[in-house]
């Protein structure tokens, strides 16, 4: 027997590993009057997608006045939000809202969203369906940069937060929502609004960010499924130098800077970090067990008798290998600039994306030890950062997310933690928050996996009033709880 594990990887930022049963269903708030129609729903984010705010790492002025300009709009666009919660600005682009709450006792909740997008490649553009920038309205999509990651997600969130101060929202736990300006490049604008909810001493109850989301027809079972993301890799990025005798190129040395260089990179890759199903991948399968039929079902609801054969499955498939331990991933090299001459030096960047399990540390550790046996090498990291932990599958503030996610999923749709092999603005908030979420509640398809930072990105109109009612759910329902 050979199960389609594989089927599980669709895209990096929607890989499982962890599910629990889902949890009893919060009462969900159905739209009401003041809610927005979908048409203009997707009026208002085709507007918002033609604001290029595209963020550069090493220019972070760059796109300021489209920043400032996409600012004021949403000022204009939803004034009871930025009347009644006074949004700081933080690093000058990062936006901190604030609606107090009448217990201080409470810990508050805080959403993040971000508002920059990633550029679109040069040379693509006659690529897209309609021009990505344009926010065109066309066969029942929002077409741009950004619908998807993730302008969707924050312009329907700001509409839920002013629906519900039209009605006279006055929550009992203070709500902060957080839009990033820089996630793409780094993520500085998140640290800082962490710090400043540190520096007032509170912590966060939970944090929601953007992550997993629906997915239509899920692959292992062919129907819809719901991914929170219950965690995320954190990530690593190191040098690898290679130092031999320069020279002539007529007469090398036995050991060349670059040959050496490619031993040490063998060396790497040959040594692999562990891979297991444990915690919480065993949950995930028993969770999506239901849904499959005869023995592939069977199987997947017994993980730890069938460890062994699942493991295996999964170490076929380079999506689902990276979910269930470190990757390696060699991705620059460099070494040499004339036919002839020998280079004294030749380098190469590694990036590894680190399961909860490994650390920096650990991983930089077994990497040097993988190229001990080689003189002249060196390793030296140039950028990283820990996993966050995973966030738990229980208690009141998993309910409210996943109970939220299950009441807008069709009727017994499975709600299932994922991992993600990206990284978040939540990360930040590891040190000022014990629960972590991961969720966009969109409606996508698989094939529209792709379209995240890749050409004619897109979101359904259909899905927005959905959304809308998805964030004041969980934002009733955790500003309300005592």
């Given at each position: 027997?050979?199960?389609?594990?594989?089927?599980?990887?669709?895209?990096?930022?929607?890989?499982?590993?962890?599910?629990?049963?889902?949890?009893?269903?919060?009462?969900?708030?159905?739209?009401?009057?003041?809610?927005?129609?979908?048409?203009?729903?997707?009026?208002?984010?085709?507007e918002a997608i033609r604001f290029e705010t595209i963020s550069e790492m090493d220019n972070p002025d760059a796109s300021r006045a489209e920043f400032d300009a996409f600012r004021d709009w949403l000022a204009a666009s939803f004034p009871l939000v930025h009347e009644r919660m006074s949004p700081e600005d933080i690093l000058h682009g990062s936006l901190w809202y604030t609606l107090e709450g009448t217990n201080p006792a409470l810990d508050p909740i805080v959403i993040l969203a971000h508002q920059d997008v990633v550029p679109v490649e040069p040379g693509t553009e006659d690529q897209w369906e309609h021009p990505p920038f344009s926010g065109t309205i066309a066969d029942g999509y929002v077409w741009g940069r950004g619908t998807l990651d993730m302008k969707g997600f924050l312009v329907m969130l700001i509409a839920a937060m002013e629906t519900l101060l039209e009605e006279g929202f006055t929550p009992e736990r203070t709500i902060h929502i957080g839009l990033g300006h820089d996630e793409e490049v780094g993520g500085t604008g998140a640290v800082a609004m962490a710090e400043r909810l540190a520096s007032e001493g509170r912590r966060a109850w939970f944090v929601l960010d953007e992550g997993g989301t629906s997915i239509e027809s899920f692959p292992m079972t062919g129907g819809p499924v719901g991914l929170i993301g219950v965690g995320e890799k954190g990530s690593l990025s190191v040098e690898v130098t290679a130092r031999a005798r320069g020279g002539h190129s007529s007469a090398p040395p036995p050991e060349t800077a670059i040959g050496l260089l490619s031993r040490a990179i063998n060396a790497i890759v040959d040594n692999p970090f562990e891979h297991a199903i444990d915690h919480p991948v065993p949950d995930m399968m028993r969770a999506l067990a239901p849904e499959m039929d005869g023995m592939v079902g069977f199987v997947m609801a017994r993980p730890v008798l069938f460890g062994s054969a699942l493991r295996g499955q999964m170490m076929e498939g380079d999506a689902t290998r990276a979910t269930i331990g470190t990757s390696i991933a060699p991705t620059i090299i460099s070494g040499g600039t004339v036919a002839n001459v020998l280079p004294q030096e030749a380098r190469a960047v590694i990036n590894l994306r680190l399961h909860p399990r490994d650390s920096v540390e650990s991983v930089l550790a077994h990497m040097r030890r993988s190229v001990s046996h080689l003189d002249g090498v060196t390793i030296e990291p140039v950028s990283g950062f820990d996993a966050p932990p995973i966030s738990p599958t229980s208690g009141r503030a998993w309910e409210i997310i996943a109970g939220a996610a299950v009441s807008h999923l069709p009727e017994n749709a499975p709600v299932v933690p994922n991992l993600l092999t990206a990284a978040t603005d939540s990360r930040a908030f590891k040190d000022v928050a014990d629960h972590i979420y991961r969720y966009a509640p969109m409606r996508m398809e698989m094939n529209d996996l792709s379209r995240i930072h890749g050409d004619n990105e897109r979101i359904r109109i259909d899905a927005l009033p959905g959304m809308v009612s998805y964030f004041r759910t969980v934002i009733s329902e955790a500003g309300m709880e005592g």
């Open positions: 027997m050979k199960l389609n594990i594989a089927a599980i990887a669709g895209a990096g930022l929607l890989l499982l590993t962890a599910c629990a049963q889902p949890p009893a269903t919060p009462e969900a708030i159905e739209p009401n009057p003041s809610t927005r129609s979908a048409e203009a729903l997707a009026l208002t984010l085709g």
